[in-house]
């Protein structure tokens, strides 16, 4: 059967892959947006678009990324599940139910295969609730396949370099939609692609040799060009300031919900949104539909979640305020210590002076945005393997500096960003009056420093005193010593205030 496909022209499908379309599993990703229409209007494609020869989106929830990467962090806090996982489930379910068990033999596929599948979603079996590795200094963990074959696993989701399919297929679609363009050549790298025998190190050690996909050294910017597309989504659509806002607002409705909007599972047992992810009968049903589910109830318990989407559609978004570069590495969970140590730095008189109203922890959102090529602080090139044309047999790493000296040194950086619920403008004035440069202070600040003298909140207060008033660091800790008797100094802060004070003179 032909599809005819916005981005790739007609695509041929042998008549297999049209029997696992043909299925409720699969067809509801057509009700789940890649990026969802209230974040990004114009990309109104649906994973059932970008799922077509790939099996790895079957498992997204509701707003695809959204789900997993926000809603079941706070409701399963405790909880590593990941939609890879959900994928595996909801082959598993999709094939049962469909009975394309029986298919799958007519064309010489076997249970093992359905191990390969899963293991090219998931990874190794025994890696399922765990963010999937490529082994590399232990045995082949693989079943679906011999270690012979170790090459297929790089294809759909590469774990290694990131260089994959299904990258290339999202890159495609979203820079279409959104306009972004897209400078990765794809066909030109496919040109160039071998498959080579290339040795596997650990602590400098070979380990072993694994057959990997490796290119001409002449396509490395290419391959630069692939991550430098990446990154530019996510600063431009992914995580751009006001969709992480909205973003932020739909996760608050799911999770007000996620108590009392209950979905029919297994055996007609109603389940919690947060519990479809054990059970795929209720997963098939959970679709972004759900928000509709929400705003057409007339159940009492919905209301806040209700009056949360209401503002979403009547475009009273919370308010970004403000936001700095961090200066180490943070989590998302550095967000709520980040917010409490700013709130803390707020001075009750200072705000009473200028007629604005005081601030809680409830009212601002401290939001960790993070930039890189997707293996973190890596260079993900530094695990590909490239050849020459004098020497199309052998593949090496290419060092950064031989590529060119205007790459970047850093290849993951962090925006803090400030967002504050209230619309109201006394509440906004206050918001505006939180310390932005104090925050990199406190970034850079240990755990260990704040057991040793004065406090982490204390020392943004001191920051921000330094910074506004452009007072001495003495004077700072003077006027900061009478507002809070207890405080004494450290060594160690005061010297970071010291430099701090510094900088901000050079500025000047």
Known sequence: ????????GHIELHPLMVKFIDTPQFQR???????????????????????????????????????????????LPESKWKHEVASEMMLDHLIEENGLMEEMRKYGLDENDVIFIKELIVGPAKNADETPTTPTRHDWE????????????????????????DKWDYFARDCHHLGIPNSFDLWRYMTFVRVIEVDMTYEDQVVHRRRQICTRNKEVNNIYEMFHTRSMLHRKAYQ?????????????????????????????????????????????????????????SDDPNLQQAKDILAK?????????????????PLTKADGARICSEM?????????ERDGLPSLSEEDIIVLIATFDYGKKAENPIDQARFYTKENPDK??????????????????EQQIRVVCRKDDKPSLDAALNLPTLPLQLACVTDNTDSNAGISRSSTVALAYVIETERVSLELAYDRLKKSRPAIQPNPGFMSQLADFQERLEIQQ
């Open 1 to 8: 059967q032909v599809f005819n496909d916005p981005v790739h």
């Open 29 to 75: 990703l057509r009700y789940i947006k890649q990026l969802g229409g209230y974040l990004v209007a114009v990309t109104m494609y649906s994973l059932g678009h970008h799922t077509i020869g790939l099996n790895t989106p079957l498992g997204h929830g509701p707003f695809s990324h959204l789900f997993d990467g926000k809603f079941i962090p706070k409701v």
């Open 142 to 165: 693989y079943k679906g396949r011999p270690v012979s074959k170790s090459f297929l696993y790089e294809i759909v989701a590469n774990k290694g370099t990131g260089v994959d399919v």
């Open 240 to 296: 751009h300031k006001t969709i992480n806002i909205i973003e932020e607002m739909i996760t608050e409705a799911l999770v007000a919900a996620d108590d009392h909007l209950l979905i029919p599972g297994k055996d007609g047992e109603k389940v919690k949104m947060s519990r479809a992810i054990k059970d795929p009968v209720a997963f098939t049903r959970l679709t972004d539909q759900v928000l509709q589910q929400i705003q057409l």
């Open 312 to 328: 979403v559609e009547k475009r009273r978004l919370y308010k970004h305020v403000g936001q700095t570069q961090a200066q180490k």
């Open 343 to 351: 709130i803390n730095s707020l001075s009750p008189d200072d705000l």
């Open 395 to 412: 593949a090496e790493k290419v060092c950064k500096d031989q590529v060119s000296q205007m790459l970047p040194p850093i290849f993951r």
